[in-house]
């Protein structure tokens, strides 16, 4: 079992920064794939970023170039750091973790926390 606890949310400008953490319980961390997805109101949650137990790092198309997401496993955590931030970044951001591979369907993950939410003013 592993819970999650999303902090770092807020309200920034566009083209603003934000660095989103997700703090994880639980033993064997680097044994799980974290995710980062967002959901907008009235929208389907979509897919943001990952960090495969393996070490390799993917991303939606919307945030190449601009978020970055990192993991350490002494800390058990995993960071997404949003530069260049715009008005449709804005949703609550949710972290997901799963044991294995995960990929970027919702579906894939067991695990998530509560969503920090992320506001872009334009």
């Known amino acids: 079992q592993v819970q999650l606890v999303e902090s770092g949310g807020g309200l920034v400008q566009a083209g603003g920064s934000l660095r989103l953490s997700c703090a994880a319980s639980?033993?064997?961390?680097?044994?799980?794939?974290m995710g980062w997805f967002r959901q907008a109101p009235g929208r389907k949650r979509e897919f943001v970023a990952a960090?495969?137990?393996?070490?390799?790092?993917y991303y939606a198309d919307s945030v190449k170039g601009r978020f970055t997401i990192t993991r350490d496993n002494a800390k058990n955590t995993v960071y997404l750091q949003m530069n260049s931030l715009k008005p449709e970044d804005t949703a609550v951001y949710y972290c997901?973790?799963?044991?294995?591979?995960?990929?970027?369907?919702?579906?894939?993950?067991?695990?998530w926390g509560q969503g920090t939410q992320v506001t872009v003013s334009s």
């Open positions: 960090f495969s137990w393996s070490g390799s790092t």
């Open positions: 639980g033993r064997a961390f680097s044994s799980y794939t």
């Open positions: 997901a973790a799963d044991l294995g591979y995960s990929g970027s369907y919702p579906n894939e993950y067991r695990y």
